[in-house]
């Protein structure tokens, strides 16, 4: 089972921008997929972005398409999400999963067929004036 844990969230004002970052315990992130999610109180779980093992195929919810960038640097074993003019609505617990199953230049922002099996512990952004 691959070990996850996301980091970078907190507080923060309308307009301002956060950067989360997903750590893996193990130096094999290069064989998943990894997606972003987020869940708002009384809402499902989301998925917002992913990006595929390679780096090369990155796909966004169209709810955050132009203000979230995910990226991912496997020599340090992190994918990252930098979230810019984060609005109330992007309130949520924000949680990274791994897709070991995807093919080389795939990722989906949907887990279907449980496609992410390992996820971490997920984080709290909280956007408030």
């Known amino acids: 089972q691959l070990q996850l844990m996301e980091s970078g969230g907190g507080l923060v004002q309308p307009g301002e921008s956060l950067r989360l970052s997903c750590a893996a315990s193990?130096?094999?992130?290069?064989?998943?997929?990894i997606a972003w999610f987020r869940q708002a109180p009384g809402k499902k779980r989301e998925g917002v972005s992913c990006?595929?093992?390679?780096?090369?195929?990155?796909n966004y919810a169209d709810s955050v398409k132009g203000r979230f960038i995910i990226s991912r640097d496997n020599a340090k074993d992190t994918v990252y999400l930098r979230i810019n003019s984060l609005q109330t609505e992007d309130t949520a617990v924000y949680y990274c999963?791994?897709?070991?199953?995807?093919?080389?230049?795939?990722?989906?922002?949907?887990?279907?067929?449980?496609?992410?099996?390992?996820w971490g512990q997920g984080i709290q952004v909280t956007v408030s004036a």
């Open positions: 193990a130096s094999t992130l290069d064989h998943y997929a």
């Open positions: 990006i595929s093992r390679s780096g090369r195929n990155r």
């Open positions: 999963a791994a897709d070991w199953s995807a093919s080389t230049a795939f990722c989906s922002v949907v887990n279907d067929r449980g496609r992410y099996a390992d």
